[in-house]
């Protein structure tokens, strides 16, 4: 499969502590802002299908579904609780102050 770079706004849009979710084909993507550092996970939680981009973004770049609680690696998609329950995580960068986040 071909990987798909995707512009998704300027990273000035997403303060540190703070998320946004875009659309990228058929993916729903929320990337995460961690004190600068930009990070980008599936927006939908396996539990129950929550927003994860609605979710609360914890100290260590944890985000808990707003949902049910689940929490995973902002990271690396991998749950801290359960290492078997992940959602994918996607590269992110910024280039001249846009975010690029490529999936494939």
Known sequence: MAIIRARCGRADEIPPGSSKVVQIKDRIIAIF???GALHA???TCPHAGGPLGEGYLE????VSCPWH???FS???GVSPIDPDVKV????VRVEAGEII???G
């Open 88 to 91: 994918r995580s996607y590269p």
């Open 101 to 103: 986040v490529d999936i």
């Open 59 to 62: 100290d260590g770049g944890v």
């Open 33 to 35: 802002n961690l004190e």
């Open 41 to 43: 996970l599936d927006n």
């Open 69 to 71: 609680g689940w929490t």
């Open 74 to 76: 902002i990271r690396t």
